[in-house]
C-alpha cells in the first residue's frame, strides 16, 4: 500500500500549538500532530537544552504592564520624552519587575520513507514565563537603552509563573528537500550528507530508520564577510548511556569484532560504532584503522557493504 502525498502545512501546526495546552508531558501535543497526517509515524524525537529569552513588564502584584520587554522600553522612553531618567524614575516608582521566557525546543519527526534522509522535522518551543529581576537596579543604573533591556548586572527576585506554558511552532523542515540545497550549494559532499549516504548503503539501514537515532537541525550563521550561511548540525538523540570504544589497542581478528558487536548491540543496529565515531561519541577514529588492519589481513567479518563504506572513509575520512 502506497501511502497518500503529505500535506502538512506550518499554519496546520501553528493552530494545533494555540489549541494545545502543555502537561507533564507532551503526549496529547504528539497524538494532535499525528493527527495532521494520520498515514505517516510521527514521534518526539528529541528535546533540546533548556534556554531564556526577555519577556515583558509586570507590577510587584503580578499585574500584566505589557507582555513585550523591549517593545515597552522604546514606546515608554519616547512617552517620557526620550528621557532615560524619567523612565528609571517611572519604573521605581511603579515597581516594575521584568520577566523572561524559560523554554526547551522539542523535535517531531514525521518518517516519510525508508531513506535517512525521508523525514520531515518539526521543531515547536515549549515555554513558560517567569518572573527575572527588577526592572531597575538603584544600586547600579542603566546609562542607556541597552543596559537598561539587558543589564549585566541585575537585581534577581524570586521567581514566581505568569499563566500556563505554551507551545510554539517554530520551523518545519522537509529534510529529502533541504539536503537536495545543501548539496547545491557545496562545491564537496557535506560531511551530513556523506553520513546519510553511508547510512543508506550500510547494514545500518536494514535495521531502523536513521532518524530514530540521529535528525539534523537547520541553522544560520554569519559568514566573515557579513553573509548568512545555511547549515546543518547532526544531533544524536540517543539518551541512553552510551558505551566507550576507546581501549583495544592490540585487539583483532575476532576480538576487535566481537567488542564492535557488544557495542552495535547496546546501540540497537549494525555498524553503529562507524557512525558514533564519524560523530567521536566515545568511538575513536583509531577504530576504523584497526579493523581496516584486519581487513587488510584478511579477518572478513565485516558485510560487504559495511567494507565498502569503512574503505571509503579511509580514503577519505569525514566527521559530523
Request: aromatic share 10%; with cysteine; proline share 4%.
Amino acid at each position: 500500500m502506497i501511502n497518500p502525498p503529505i500535506n502538512l502545512a506550518g499554519q496546520d501546526i501553528a493552530e494545533c500549538c494555540k489549541k494545545v495546552i502543555p502537561l507533564t508531558t507532551d503526549d496529547l501535543l504528539l497524538s494532535k500532530l499525528q493527527a495532521l497526517v494520520p498515514h505517516y509515524p510521527v514521534r518526539h524525537a528529541y528535546t533540546g537544552e533548556e534556554w531564556y529569552k526577555l519577556g515583558g513588564v509586570v507590577d510587584m502584584h503580578g499585574q500584566r504592564v505589557a507582555y513585550d520587554l523591549i517593545e515597552w522600553v522604546e514606546r515608554t522612553y519616547i512617552e517620557c520624552g526620550q528621557n532615560l531618567q524619567v523612565l528609571i524614575e517611572h519604573s521605581l516608582d511603579n515597581q516594575l519587575l521584568a520577566t523572561k521566557q524559560t523554554g526547551k525546543t522539542l523535535y517531531f519527526v514525521v518518517q516519510t520513507g525508508e531513506l535517512a534522509q525521508d523525514f520531515i522535522l518539526i521543531e515547536i518551543d515549549k515555554t513558560h514565563e517567569v518572573s527575572d529581576r527588577m526592572l531597575i537596579d538603584e544600586a547600579n543604573l542603566p546609562a542607556d537603552l541597552e543596559e537598561f533591556i539587558d543589564p549585566i548586572q541585575r537585581l534577581s527576585v524570586e521567581n514566581f509563573s505568569f499563566g500556563q506554558s505554551r507551545y510554539t511552532y517554530k520551523r518545519k523542515t522537509d529534510v529529502a528537500l533541504f539536503m537536495e540545497v545543501i548539496t547545491e550549494r557545496h562545491v564537496s559532499d557535506h560531511p551530513v550528507q556523506r553520513f546519510m549516504d553511508d547510512w543508506n548503503r550500510s547494514s545500518a539501514s536494514q535495521k531502523q530508520a536513521m532518524s530514530e537515532d540521529w535528525i539534523i537541525r537547520p541553522y544560520r550563521h554569519t559568514g566573515r564577510f557579513g553573509e548568512q550561511i545555511v547549515n546543518i548540525e547532526l544531533i544524536n538523540t540517543n539518551t541512553a548511556q552510551i558505551p566507550h570504544l576507546e581501549d583495544f589497542a592490540g585487539q583483532k581478528g575476532n576480538a576487535l569484532n566481537n567488542i564492535l558487536n557488544r557495542f552495535d548491540r547496546q546501540i540497537g543496529y549494525p555498524m553503529a560504532w562507524f557512525f558514533y565515531m564519524t560523530k567521536a561519541k566515545g568511538v575513536s577514529p583509531h577504530c576504523a584503522e584497526a579493523v581496516f588492519k584486519d581487513l587488510e589481513n584478511d579477518f572478513a567479518y565485516l558485510p560487504a557493504r559495511d567494507e565498502a563504506v569503512l574503505r571509503d572513509w579511509i580514503a577519505k575520512p569525514y566527521n559530523v
